[in-house]
């Protein structure tokens, strides 16, 4: 896999999606499905259900520590910067 930009780079574009998350200007799916670099673009985003031990420990971690409904702040993995959206 071809890393293409800096963290910094990457971290700017992640506040800048939250921004518009938080503000309505954007949903995190229609965002994911244009914008993610994951497998998980082709469904919105959307991961489905997963159990502890499943993803890597900052993800898991932050997704768990998140109420139903709530965005998190970024989120720093081995695979890239990341924000989440607890569905269940």
């Known amino acids: 896999?071809?890393?293409?930009?800096?963290k910094q780079e990457a971290l700017d574009m992640i506040l800048?999606?939250?921004?518009?998350i938080q503000t309505g200007a954007a949903t995190l799916p229609d965002l994911a499905s244009t914008e993610s670099d994951c497998s998980s673009a082709k469904r919105h985003g959307d991961l489905g259900f997963f159990g502890k031990g499943q993803m890597q420990p900052s993800f898991e971690s932050a997704s768990y520590s998140l109420a139903v409904g709530q965005l998190s702040e970024p989120v720093h993995s081995d695979s890239g910067i990341h924000l989440i959206l607890r569905t269940a």
Do not use: L
């Open 1 to 6: 896999e071809n890393i293409t930009r800096s």
């Open 16 to 20: 800048n999606f939250q921004h518009q």
